[in-house]
C-alpha cells in the first residue's frame, strides 16, 4: 500500500517537472519566434525536440517489449517503458503540432493543452473517477470554444465545435455504458471496474450537456466565447470543491 502511494507521488513530481520543462521550452521558443534573427533558430529546436521525442517513443517500446517477454514486474517502477513512453509521446505530440503549425496561435494552444493534461493527470490519480469525466468534459468544451475565437481554425470553426461535442457526448457514452455496467465496462475480454458503487452519473450528464450547450452558445455568439471558457473554468472549481468534501 505504501509502496503505491510512493509510487504515484513520485510520478505526479515527474509530471510536474516534466510539464515546467515543457513550459519553459515553449517560453523560449515564444520569445525567440518574435525576433528575425533567432526565429528559425526556434523551429529548428522545435524540429529536434521532435525527432527526440519521436526517438524515445520508439524506445520506450522496445522497453515495453522487452520487460514482457523477460516477464518483469514493472508495476511499481518509474523508469519503465510504459512510462517513457507515455511521457515522450506527450512531449512529441506537442513539439510535432508546434512543428507543422509554427505560430504563436498554436504557442498559445500548447500554454492551455499542457496544464490541462497535468490538471486531469492529478485529477485522474486523486479523485473519483466522475470528478475526472467531468473536468475532462469541461477542458474538450474549453478547448473547443477557445479554438472557436482562435486564428488557428479559421473558417472551419463547425469542425472544431462539432469535435469538441462529439467527445463530450462519447464522454457520456462511456459514462452510461459503465452504469450499465455497474460500474464496469468491458474492453477486450476484461472486465474493467470504473467507477464505485456510490458513483453519482447524473452529474455527469448534467455536466455533459451543459457543455453541449456551451459549444452550441459560443458558436451562435463567438464575441462571448472567452466568458464561456471562464464559467467551464468556474464550474471545475465547484464540482472540484465538492468532490474534495467527498473525499475528507
Same mark, same amino acid.
Given at each position: 500500500?505504501?509502496?503505491?502511494?510512493?509510487?504515484?507521488?513520485?510520478?505526479?513530481?515527474?509530471?510536474?517537472?516534466?510539464?515546467?520543462?515543457?513550459?519553459?521550452?515553449?517560453?523560449?521558443?515564444?520569445?525567440?519566434?518574435?525576433?528575425?534573427?533567432?526565429?528559425?533558430?526556434?523551429?529548428?529546436?522545435?524540429?529536434?525536440? %521532435?525527432? &527526440?521525442? *519521436? $526517438? =524515445?517513443? !520508439?524506445?520506450?517500446?522496445?522497453?515495453?517489449?522487452?520487460?514482457?517477454? /523477460?516477464? #518483469?514486474?514493472?508495476?511499481?517502477?518509474?523508469?519503465?517503458?510504459?512510462?517513457?513512453?507515455?511521457?515522450?509521446?506527450?512531449?512529441?505530440?506537442?513539439?510535432?503540432?508546434?512543428?507543422?503549425?509554427?505560430?504563436?496561435?498554436?504557442?498559445?494552444?500548447?500554454?492551455?493543452?499542457?496544464?490541462?493534461?497535468?490538471?486531469l493527470y492529478i485529477i485522474y490519480?486523486?479523485?473519483?473517477?466522475?470528478?475526472?469525466?467531468?473536468?475532462?468534459?469541461?477542458?474538450?468544451?474549453?478547448i473547443g470554444i477557445w479554438l472557436?475565437?482562435?486564428?488557428?481554425?479559421?473558417?472551419?470553426?463547425?469542425?472544431?465545435?462539432?469535435? %469538441?461535442? &462529439?467527445? *463530450? $457526448? =462519447?464522454? !457520456?457514452?462511456?459514462?452510461?455504458?459503465?452504469?450499465?455496467?455497474?460500474? /464496469?465496462? #468491458?474492453?477486450?475480454?476484461?472486465?474493467?471496474?470504473?467507477?464505485?458503487?456510490?458513483?453519482?452519473?447524473?452529474?455527469?450528464?448534467?455536466?455533459?450537456?451543459?457543455?453541449?450547450?456551451?459549444?452550441?452558445?459560443?458558436?451562435?455568439?463567438?464575441?462571448?466565447?472567452?466568458?464561456?471558457?471562464?464559467?467551464?473554468?468556474?464550474?471545475?472549481?465547484?464540482?472540484?470543491?465538492?468532490?474534495?468534501?467527498?473525499?475528507?
Open positions: 500500500m505504501y509502496r503505491k502511494k510512493d509510487y504515484v507521488t513520485n510520478k505526479l513530481l515527474l509530471v510536474f517537472t516534466l510539464a515546467f520543462a515543457l513550459l519553459l521550452l515553449l517560453m523560449n521558443v515564444g520569445r525567440m519566434m518574435k525576433s528575425t534573427a533567432t526565429f528559425m533558430t526556434a523551429y529548428t529546436v522545435v524540429k529536434v525536440v %521532435a525527432v &527526440a521525442a *519521436v $526517438v =524515445l517513443v !520508439a524506445a520506450g517500446i522496445v522497453m515495453i517489449i522487452t520487460e514482457h517477454s /523477460k516477464k #518483469k514486474d514493472m508495476s511499481y517502477r518509474l523508469l519503465s517503458g510504459k512510462n517513457v513512453t507515455v511521457a515522450a509521446l506527450f512531449v512529441a505530440i506537442c513539439a510535432i503540432a508546434l512543428s507543422l503549425v509554427f505560430s504563436q496561435s498554436m504557442l498559445m494552444l500548447l500554454y492551455i493543452f499542457v496544464p490541462a493534461v497535468v490538471v490519480y486523486s479523485y473519483q473517477r466522475e470528478f475526472f469525466l467531468i473536468a475532462l468534459s469541461c477542458i474538450v468544451g474549453g472557436l475565437g482562435s486564428d488557428l481554425v479559421n473558417t472551419k470553426d463547425v469542425f472544431a465545435i462539432a469535435g %469538441a461535442a &462529439a467527445l *463530450v $457526448v =462519447l464522454t !457520456a457514452g462511456f459514462a452510461l455504458c459503465a452504469q450499465l455496467g455497474k460500474g /464496469k465496462i #468491458k474492453l477486450f475480454g476484461r472486465e474493467l471496474a470504473v467507477f464505485k458503487a456510490d458513483a453519482r452519473y447524473g452529474i455527469i450528464y448534467l455536466t455533459c450537456l451543459l457543455v453541449l450547450m456551451l459549444l452550441a452558445a459560443a458558436f451562435l455568439a463567438p464575441d462571448l466565447a472567452m466568458y464561456f471558457v471562464f464559467a467551464l473554468i468556474a464550474y471545475i472549481v465547484l464540482t472540484g470543491v465538492y468532490y474534495t468534501v467527498k473525499l475528507i
